[in-house]
């Protein structure tokens, strides 16, 4: 009998690092803390970025403890389990809520529910498939390496012009539409 070959577009072909991944996952946890620490009075970093980062943070931890699954999978888990948390976040028992008031129990559990954390949470899932993807599986080729450098380019402009137009949306000012980057 004559198996498919393996997908290695979407899958390690080796079990993953796990010094690799726990490092991504700190190290993305780490800039989730700075956004917030650096950069949490602009109002789109407060709003969409740490949730995006939590959920990429969540998808590097889970390559960690699930280091032979694919990538799919991973994804998939990481995007379920932080649906659930969010979706957690409607009930609000005594119990829960006095966990939630621990420093922990809220990074992890968070607060309200918002709809616009789910779209972040598909964003830092999907960032965190490319950087394996794109990043670790595919060992640098230099086509997808120009065409992910084009792509990061084109992301942190648009998060720029929006916390420029954010920014001058709060003095009233043209001037900042202009603002040179």
């Not at 008031?101 to 972040?120: I, K, N, R």
């Amino acid at each position: 009998m004559i198996l498919p070959e393996r997908n290695k577009t979407f899958s390690p072909t080796s079990p993953r690092n796990r010094l690799g991944y726990g490092l991504l996952t700190a190290g993305v946890m780490l800039a989730g803390f700075l956004s917030r620490r650096l950069l949490g009075h602009y109002p789109f970093v407060k709003l969409y970025v740490g949730d995006a980062l939590w959920a990429m943070m969540v998808f590097f931890g889970f390559a960690f403890i699930f280091r032979k699954w694919p990538t799919w999978k991973v994804a998939a888990a990481a995007l379920g389990f932080s649906v659930c948390i969010e979706l957690s976040q409607l009930y609000h028992g005594p119990w829960i809520d006095s966990i939630r008031q621990m420093p922990l129990g809220g990074l992890v559990l968070g607060f309200t529910f918002v709809w616009s954390d789910l779209v972040c949470y598909a964003a830092g899932v999907g960032f965190g498939v490319i950087v394996e993807v794109y990043l670790i599986v595919k060992k640098r080729d230099p086509k997808i390496m120009i065409s992910l450098n084009v792509m990061c380019i084109i992301y942190f402009n648009i998060i720029h012009e929006k916390i420029v137009d954010n920014r001058c949306c709060d003095t009233g000012s043209a001037v900042c539409r202009s603002y040179p980057t």
